[in-house]
Nanobody
Framework: QVQLVESGGGLVQAGGSLTLSCAAS????????MGWFRQAPGKEREFVAA????????YYSDSVKGRFTISRDNAKNTVSLQMNSLKLEDTAVYYC??????????????????WGQGTEVTVSS
């Protein structure tokens, strides 16, 4: 199985940018469809973005489309989430997830098999 570790979270002002990284170990990330989710205090975990195995098609939630970019670097065994034009409502713990045995993208947390521990993003005014 694969282990996932997120990094890159922090405090940023509204309108700023952050790049989150998800490092995989145990297995190559290229075999998985990958997703980013987030969970704000008191709210359910919600889909942010996903990228499939090949050819790297992407899928975004409406709330981040045009501002966030998901990408993968199979050579480095990482998946990244570039976040631009951050808003207060982007404040959340962000999780990386891997979906095994299928090339299909999904926005449902239950479809993902492996999760990281999360990295916190706080957007201030």
């Amino acid at each position: 199985q694969v282990q996932l570790v997120e990094s890159g979270g922090g405090l940023v002002q509204a309108g700023g940018s952050l790049t989150l990284s998800c490092a995989a170990s145990g297995r190559t990330v290229s075999r998985y469809a990958m997703g980013w989710f987030r969970q704000a205090p008191g709210k359910e975990r919600e889909f942010v973005a996903a990228i499939n195995r090949s050819p790297g098609n992407t899928y975004y939630s409406d709330s981040v489309k045009g501002r966030f970019t998901i990408s993968r670097d199979n050579a480095k065994n990482t998946v990244s989430l570039q976040m631009n034009s951050l808003k207060l409502e982007d404040t959340a713990v962000y999780y990386c997830a891997a979906r095994d045995a299928t090339p299909l993208l999904s926005a449902y947390p239950s479809h993902y098999d492996y999760w990281g521990q999360g990295t916190e993003v706080t957007v201030s005014s």
